[in-house]
């Protein structure tokens, strides 16, 4: 078993995540160290309105060169952040200190220590400020990678070939090459991660895949590619009509579904499995994940948010 660090970039200070990571914390215990990225201010006055107790260890990156940790105390790497209360209304004044926490992970990264990451959620409206569609992209950019988006459960998984893009603009993204691309992420992944090529459903753009326009995307584009794809050896099928896949006797063909656009499989895909699934950024020198949820401002202090998904990318690192 792999035991090097498991880096925790808090992510959007006015959100749930604290409240999640002290539930992850207190229900399980984890092999390899936890290591938290955030305020220190802020742990601490959320650790007090939500009556958590558990003593810091404040680290640096020379620190983790030298030592080994554990998990008996939370492993804090301190990121500067004024903060007077323990919750607020989301805003872009968090903008630098989640930036900051993001960089100090990359020189962890880079400098060799832990190729393991998992960030909180992050409000993309005001972090990214629409010169990124997600985290995804922000990061891949960061790494100079390709990238696919993989919302992950065991039973099954589903990824977007665009991923945060208005409706109006997905038509034009959909081009043999970004196809063939998240494609050849996916197959690389399973078998690197699982030891086995993945059995991969993929979805046509329209309704039915059919069109009453001239140019049909599913005839033209789509199913050549999952032709080539074929042609390659890859486990792949398609392109299937996007209102019938996850039907039970259909979805248990397959270990991936891919579509043409984020709400196509995510929304299907969490009715099934909620908060049982966790978000992995696949091209990266090193795994991310993020719990599959956001920030959930109207639930920040009420104590009541659901830790599942924090706790599966825990895991799965982990064990990894």
Avoid: W
């Amino acid at each position: 078993m792999n035991y090097k660090p498991i880096l925790l970039v808090a992510g959007e200070p006015n959100s749930i995540f604290f409240e999640i990571y002290f539930k992850s914390i207190k229900s399980k215990e984890y092999s390899c160290p936890l290591i938290l990225i955030g305020s220190y201010k802020l742990l601490l006055l959320q650790m007090k309105a939500l009556k958590f107790k558990k003593k810091i260890n404040l680290i640096s990156l020379d620190c983790l060169k030298k030592k080994q940790l554990n998990n008996k105390s939370i492993n804090l790497i301190n990121i500067n952040y004024n903060k007077n209360k323990a919750f607020a209304k989301i805003s872009k004044k968090s903008s630098k200190y989640i930036e900051n926490s993001f960089k100090m992970a990359f020189k962890i990264i880079r400098a060799g220590i832990t190729n393991k990451l998992i960030n909180g959620p992050i409000s993309k409206k005001h972090f990214l400020n629409k010169k990124f569609l997600g985290i995804t992209e922000f990061l891949s950019k960061n790494f100079n990678s390709k990238n696919a988006m993989l919302i992950y459960n065991k039973e099954l998984s589903v990824c977007p070939v665009t991923t945060h893009l208005p409706l109006k603009f997905v038509q034009k993204r959909i081009i043999k090459k970004t196809i063939l691309d998240k494609i050849y992420l996916l197959n690389d992944f399973y078998i690197k991660q699982f030891k086995y090529k993945p059995k991969i459903g993929i979805l046509g753009l329209n309704p039915h895949c059919e069109s009453i326009d001239k140019f049909n995307e599913d005839e033209k584009i789509i199913k050549p590619s999952v032709k080539f794809l074929k042609n390659m050896n890859f486990k792949v099928s398609g392109p299937y009509s996007a209102d019938t896949i996850f039907l039970k006797n259909n979805r248990k063909n397959f270990d991936i579904i891919v579509g043409m656009y984020h709400d196509q499989v995510l929304t299907p895909f969490k009715t099934l499995f909620e908060y049982d699934a966790i978000n992995i950024t696949l091209g990266l020198p090193f795994i991310r994940i993020s719990p599959d949820h956001g920030p959930n401002e109207n639930m920040i202090g009420k104590n009541i948010s659901n830790s599942l998904s924090l706790i599966r990318a825990i895991e799965f690192l982990d064990k990894n």
